[in-house]
C-alpha cells in the first residue's frame, strides 16, 4: 500500500482509508453484521490500511462502536477519525432530516462541539483521536461562527482528546475562514470521476496550503465497481438513488459502457473495476487521500488493491478522455 503524508500533521497514512459509514447500518443502508464489519476491519490493518474514518452520525453511535473494538488491540497503530455537528438526540441545531425515528439536527456550537467528541470517544473507548472533522458545516436558524466552532476544538486539542482539526462538506469560503484560525490539514469532499465539482473548486487552494483531500463516494455509491448492469434494479429509497443521478437508466448505459471498454486495464493491472477507479482518484493530485468505504472483506480487498496501483501515463490519459467526453456530453462538464 502506498503512503502518504496528512497535511502537516506528521502523519503518515495509507492513500486509500477505510471509511465506515456502511457498517453502522441504518434504513438506507441496510443492517451490517457486527463480526464481519469486524472480521473487515482487521483484514483493512493486514492488508496495510493505517487510517479509518467514522462519525457519530454513522449507524447513530453504531460505526463508532464496532471501529472501536476491533482497534481496541492495536488503537496507537492507526489514524482515527470522528466527526461533530449532527445530532440525532438532543432537539438542538438546525434541523436537517429524518432517518429512522430520529430528527437529525447540524449544531456546531461549542456545547454541542464538545458532547459530540466526549461521546465518541466513549463509544470508541479511546483517549484521543487523530482527527476531528466538523461533519457539515453550521447554518440559521442555529448557526454558529466557525470561529467559536475552532475554538472549542482546540481547547479539546490542548486537553488531548484530538490531535489535528479537518472539515468536511465545505465551500471554498468556508475553508479560508477556518484558515483565519486554525492549520487546517485535512477536508473530506465527495469526489468522482462522474462527480468532480467540489474537486475542482477546492483542490488547488488544499494544494497550495497543504491541505489533504480526503474524497468519499469515489465509487459513485457502487456504480463505479462494475458490479452494476442494466437489468439492476434499484429500488426507491435506497442509498443508491438518493445520492447519485448516475444511475438514471440512460446516465448508467454511458457509464457502464465505458467501464466495458476499461476491462483490459484491469486485466493488464491484474485488478478490479473498484480497485482500477480507485487508483484513477489516487493519481488525481498528490495530496487525495481516498475514504473507501467498506462493511465486508472481499470489498476491502479490492479496494486496497487500488491503493498499490500505478496507472502508467497513456492510460490515464485515455481514461481521462473517456470520462472528459461522458461528462461533456451530458452537459457536467464539471462532474
Known amino acids: 500500500m502506498k503512503k502518504m503524508k496528512l497535511g502537516q500533521t506528521g502523519m503518515e497514512v495509507s492513500v486509500v482509508s477505510m471509511g465506515t459509514l456502511p457498517i453502522g447500518g441504518d434504513g438506507v443502508w441496510g443492517n451490517s453484521d457486527e463480526q464481519e464489519s469486524i472480521r473487515t476491519i482487521r483484514r483493512a490493518c493486514d492488508l496495510g490500511v493505517t487510517f479509518f474514518d467514522t462519525a457519530a452520525f454513522y449507524g447513530f453511535g453504531r460505526s463508532e462502536t464496532i471501529l472501536g473494538k476491533a482497534l481496541a488491540q492495536d488503537r496507537d497503530k492507526y489514524i482515527v477519525s470522528t466527526k461533530c455537528g449532527m445530532d440525532w438526540d438532543t432537539g438542538e441545531g438546525s434541523p436537517f432530516f429524518e432517518r429512522d425515528g430520529h430528527k437529525v439536527t447540524r449544531d456546531l456550537s461549542p456545547k454541542a462541539v464538545r458532547r459530540s467528541l466526549e461521546n465518541s470517544l466513549r463509544r470508541l473507548n479511546m483517549d484521543y483521536v487523530d482527527i476531528c472533522f466538523t461533519h457539515w458545516q453550521s447554518v440559521e436558524p442555529a448557526f454558529t461562527p466557525i470561529a467559536e466552532t475552532v475554538g472549542t476544538l482546540l481547547d479539546m486539542k490542548k486537553e488531548g482528546k484530538l490531535r489535528a482539526i479537518g472539515a468536511s462538506n465545505v465551500t471554498l469560503d468556508e475553508i479560508k475562514e477556518y484558515m483565519k484560525y486554525v492549520q487546517l490539514d485535512v477536508i473530506q469532499e465527495r469526489f468522482s470521476m462522474l462527480s468532480q465539482i467540489s474537486f475542482l473548486t477546492l483542490n488547488q487552494f488544499c494544494q497550495e496550503n497543504n491541505i489533504t ?11 463505479l465497481t462494475g458490479a452494476y448492469t442494466m437489468d439492476s434494479v434499484i429500488k426507491p429509497g435506497d442509498a443508491r438513488n438518493e445520492w447519485s443521478e448516475w444511475y438514471q437508466y440512460d446516465k448508467r448505459k454511458e457509464v457502464i459502457c465505458i467501464l466495458d471498454s476499461w476491462k483490459p486495464l484491469c486485466t ?5 473495476q473498484s480497485a482500477l477507479t480507485i487508483a484513477w482518484t489516487t493519481q488525481q493530485a498528490p495530496n487525495v487521500n481516498v475514504d473507501a468505504g467498506s462493511r465486508r472483506v472481499k470489498a476491502i480487498e479490492e479496494n486496497v488493491r487500488g491503493g498499490e496501483i500505478t496507472i502508467e501515463k497513456s492510460d490515464l490519459q485515455s481514461m481521462n478522455l473517456a470520462v472528459s467526453k461522458l461528462l461533456k456530453e451530458e452537459g457536467m462538464k464539471k462532474g
Open 268 to 272: 493488464k493491472y491484474d485488478c478490479t
Open 213 to 223: 483531500y480526503h474524497a468519499y463516494s469515489v465509487l459513485e455509491r457502487g456504480l
